[in-house]
């Protein structure tokens, strides 16, 4: 993919984006009716659930990614699997900052060490290892891939630790093998807020791709001893 | 990829518009009556306008990370 494409295709995805953030955004305050239980602070569902949904659609991609760059050896599947981390560690953060939010007000408590909030934790401290080892030396061996390739068995089972295990954290309530357990309007909102997070990811996604490029192929021209000078 | 600076500030500003918007007290007056309609203060209502800001801070602190290693290396390209 050359960099025109991909510069259409960044400001494409983001013109989607900001378009449907401010449906979901008008959706959220204005029309979704506000939750009889829990109140106001229910509104943060329709950020909380998206940022986990990218969370795994990025770290989902980081994994295959790796996989195929070990496989292969192409280098665009490694510039992808990096531009897929780095969105995938920011939306990871803002799960783990919105969560606490929502819980100080409908639990009590900003953090409890119950399984989907520790394993949720453990993957952010999985992939900020894959940063810290892929820039631990100049030159990232394939093992250091590996990293990423081993993140995403996590991600299993922060899906199932909560009818698994003991948990106050409630149970999932769209991808139920019974159906959503939710009301339409609710889930409306929801919908439209995971595809303008997706669109603004894959906007960003493709933006630090070509960054990537930029700085590699810069790196590359660097190591070569007689670069823009034609030797023949 | 010159010509994606102005992008990348187009995209900022229209960000930061929507940023205001998520953030400000106004949007809850949509709300519909009724008791937890009218419920627009106090720990919930900020724990929804951080937990916004929150979301949007770092969305946006990720663009600004982009835009500076673009310049970056634009510069490079620039002095060769």
Not at chain 1, 56 to 77: H, K, S
Not at chain 1, 164 to 177: D, G, I, K, Q
Not at chain 1, 203 to 220: G, I, K, T
Request: aromatic share 12%; hydrophobic share 55%.
């Amino acid at each position: 993919m050359n960099l025109g494409r991909i510069q259409r295709g960044v400001v494409g995805l983001g013109a989607l984006g900001i378009a449907t953030i401010v449906v979901l955004n008008w959706m959220v305050f204005f029309w979704v009716p506000t939750e009889s239980f829990q109140g106001v602070i229910q509104r943060i569902f329709y950020i909380h659930v998206p940022a986990w949904w990218i969370t795994f659609l990025a770290f989902g991609i980081v994994a295959l990614c790796g996989a195929v760059y070990l496989w292969l050896g192409d280098e665009r599947a490694d510039m992808a699997a990096v531009a897929a981390a780095e969105g995938g560690m920011v939306y990871c953060t803002i799960g783990l900052l919105t969560g606490p939010l929502w819980a100080r007000v409908a639990w009590g408590a900003w953090w409890t060490w119950e399984p989907r909030l520790t394993l949720a934790l453990l993957l952010w401290f999985i992939y900020l290892g894959y940063f810290l080892v892929r820039r631990s030396t100049a030159n990232p061996e394939q093992g250091k891939r590996l990293v990423g390739i081993i993140g995403i068995l996590d991600i299993p089972l922060i899906h199932v630790s909560v009818s698994w295990l003991r948990s106050l954290h409630p149970e999932a309530v769209v991808m139920r093998p019974d159906g959503p357990n939710l009301d339409s309007s609710m889930l409306w909102t929801l919908m439209v807020g995971l595809l303008a997070y997706t669109f603004i990811f894959f906007a960003l996604f493709l933006a630090r791709y070509a960054v990537e490029r930029l700085e590699r192929e810069l790196m590359l021209r660097d190591a070569t001893p007689a670069h823009g000078v034609n030797v023949s | 990829m010159n010509d994606l600076k102005p992008h990348v500030r187009a995209v900022l500003a229209v960000g930061l518009a929507l940023f205001v918007l998520d953030v400000s007290p106004l949007v809850l007056i949509g709300q519909e009556a009724g008791a937890l309609g009218r419920q627009t203060l106090g720990r919930p209502y900020w724990h929804v306008f951080a937990a916004y800001a929150v979301a949007w801070v770092l969305v946006f602190g990720w663009v600004i990370s982009m835009a500076r290693r673009l310049r970056r290396v634009e510069e490079r390209l620039g002095k060769e």
